[in-house]
């Protein structure tokens, strides 16, 4: 099955530096990469995802950019703000017919944004 | 509109009894995921209901564990003779698979659970 490693686990920035995270995959099926976002309390949230046919994507401050040849896709945040702090999650995902597939989880990134 | 919800939030029991744990999904969602989050760890998958289908069950920790989708909409999470190392957040999320493949699965807040 799939296995997704991501790092680092903790990170902290100063506010207005940019932040990156990574992850790593090993099904090279794979084909849709989420990344969510977990406020305390909270279930995640989406807040960009990218295909395996495109190598990057941009929305506003938060960008993704996926390597397929090297299996490997990140996350960056840049000018971070306080309101950035929370616990993000990567995931991989692969089709496996008849409708069904399952998002396999990294074990998330604290990120802290200090003021 | 409304999004996934999930009861209780908090749960505490004691070791070896039974708790259920319920979900509802968001209108017209025909996909439905169980996740449990331990603390310091990622989701781990535990069971997927996708329509009149049968549920894919492969993630279930062992057969304490079951969960049941009544009329392809709320859900409820059973687990049997509970165990300290249940304990964790149970996230319930699910999908309008008929939209497309490639998109979002929307979770609950979730139901943290506690064994004594």
């Given at each position: 099955?799939e296995?997704?490693?991501?790092?680092?686990s903790?990170?902290?920035?100063?506010e207005?530096?940019?932040?990156v995270i990574?992850?790593?995959?090993?099904?090279?099926?794979?084909?849709?990469?989420?990344w969510?976002?977990q406020?305390?309390?909270?279930?995640?949230?989406?807040?960009?995802?990218?295909?395996?046919?495109?190598?990057e994507?941009?929305?506003q401050?938060?960008?993704?950019?996926?390597?397929?040849?090297?299996?490997h896709?990140?996350?960056?945040?840049?000018?971070?703000?306080p309101e950035?702090?929370?616990?993000?999650?990567?995931?991989a995902?692969?089709?496996?017919?008849?409708?069904s597939?399952q998002?396999?989880?990294?074990?998330?990134?604290?990120?802290?944004?200090?003021? | 509109?409304?999004?996934?919800?999930?009861?209780?939030?908090n749960?505490?029991?004691?070791?070896?009894?039974?708790v259920?744990?319920?979900?509802?999904?968001?209108?017209?969602?025909?996909?439905?995921?169980?996740?449990?989050?331990?603390l310091?760890?990622?989701l781990?998958?535990l069971?997927?209901?996708?329509?009149?289908s049968?549920?894919?069950?492969?993630?279930?920790?062992?057969?304490?564990?079951?969960?049941?989708?009544?009329?392809?909409s709320?859900?409820?999470?059973?687990i049997?003779?509970?165990?300290?190392?249940?304990?964790a957040?149970?996230?319930?999320?699910?999908?309008?698979?008929?939209?497309?493949y490639y998109?979002?699965?929307?979770?609950?807040?979730?139901?943290?659970?506690t064994?004594?």
């Amino acid at each position: 099955g799939e296995n997704v490693e991501q790092h680092p686990s903790t990170l902290s920035v100063q506010e207005g530096d940019s932040a990156v995270i990574k992850c790593t995959y090993s099904d090279s099926a794979s084909n849709y990469f989420p990344w969510y976002k977990q406020e305390l309390g909270k279930g995640p949230q989406l807040i960009i995802d990218i295909r395996s046919n495109v190598g990057e994507k941009k929305d506003q401050r938060i960008a993704v950019t996926l390597n397929k040849t090297a299996k490997h896709f990140s996350l960056h945040i840049t000018e971070t703000q306080p309101e950035d702090s929370a616990v993000y999650f990567c995931a991989a995902t692969s089709y496996s017919g008849a409708g069904s597939y399952q998002l396999t989880f990294g074990k998330g990134t604290k990120l802290s944004v200090i003021p | 509109g409304a999004g996934v919800s999930q009861s209780p939030s908090n749960k505490v029991t004691e070791k070896g009894k039974d708790v259920e744990l319920r979900c509802d999904p968001i209108s017209g969602h025909t996909a439905l995921y169980w996740y449990r989050q331990s603390l310091g760890q990622g989701l781990e998958f535990l069971i997927y209901f996708q329509g009149n289908s049968a549920p894919d069950k492969s993630g279930l920790p062992s057969d304490r564990f079951s969960a049941e989708r009544t009329g392809g909409s709320v859900s409820t999470l059973t687990i049997q003779r509970t165990q300290q190392e249940d304990s964790a957040v149970y996230l319930c999320a699910s999908r309008d698979r008929l939209a497309g493949y490639y998109n979002e699965q929307f979770f609950g807040p979730g139901t943290r659970l506690t064994v004594l």
